[in-house]
């Protein structure tokens, strides 16, 4: 009978034991869960701002890279415009100054002359470079002898490149033919034409 008894209660503790254990087990199985889980739940959170940031990242780069491009276009567009103009602004120098030479200079007073001064006794006066001076005075005075002046005066200027500035009928009609005058209207006109290839127009 105690025999008995004793293996009831051997029995009844190995069963609350084995309650015990198993309860334990799945306690400590549902905490692992929850802390593998809370894990998971991070790490994605975690790998979706990295993601995230990577992409924000990319498009920063592939705008800067744009931008950079963008301007390194418009910086050669610039410097290619600007080295054009400068060798149009020497091409256009160079033939303006071979143009004008003192015939060409003294045909030009004839036509001028003829045209607007009717006084014998008018004047006309030409303003031209030193280096001209002497060839363009006798010139003119070959090249008037048909017309109503007979005496014009031919003034040397240190400050002239080349050229002539023409001054009719006592002063009131003037004319600038000097090689600045003329290079700047040539190289505005010949500028805006570069400006349009440039621009595609």
């Known amino acids: 009978m105690m025999a008995d008894e004793l293996q009831s209660l051997l029995e009844k503790i190995n069963a609350e034991g084995v309650k015990k ?7 400590i199985v549902g905490d692992a869960k929850t802390e593998a889980e ?4 991070a790490a994605k ?14 498009e920063a780069l592939r705008a800067r890279a744009e931008s950079a491009v963008r301007q390194a276009a418009r910086d050669a567009v610039l ?33 001028l ?32 002898t048909d017309s109503l002046v007979k005496n014009p005066k031919v003034l040397a200027d240190h400050a002239m490149a080349g050229g002539l ?13 000097s090689l600045e005058a ?7 006109y010949a500028g805006e034409q570069l400006a349009g290839m440039l621009g595609g127009k």
């Open 113 to 144: 002359a003829a045209k607007f001064v009717a006084d014998p006794d008018g004047e006309v006066t030409v303003r031209c470079a030193v280096k001209d001076r002497d060839v363009l005075d006798a010139a003119l005075k070959n090249a008037l």
């Open 38 to 41: 809370g894990i998971i739940s």
């Open 165 to 177: 500035e023409l001054g009719v009928d006592n002063g009131r009609l003037y004319f600038d033919f």
């Open 182 to 188: 003329v290079n700047e209207v040539i190289g505005a």
């Open 21 to 27: 254990a198993e309860a334990e087990r799945e306690k």
């Open 79 to 111: 410097k290619l415009k600007s080295e054009l103009e400068e060798r149009l602004k020497s091409a256009v120098s160079g033939a303006a100054a071979q143009a004008l030479d003192p015939s060409l200079m003294a045909e030009v007073v004839k036509q």
């Open 45 to 58: 959170t975690e790998a979706e701002g990295i993601v995230s940031a990577a992409k924000a990242e990319s």
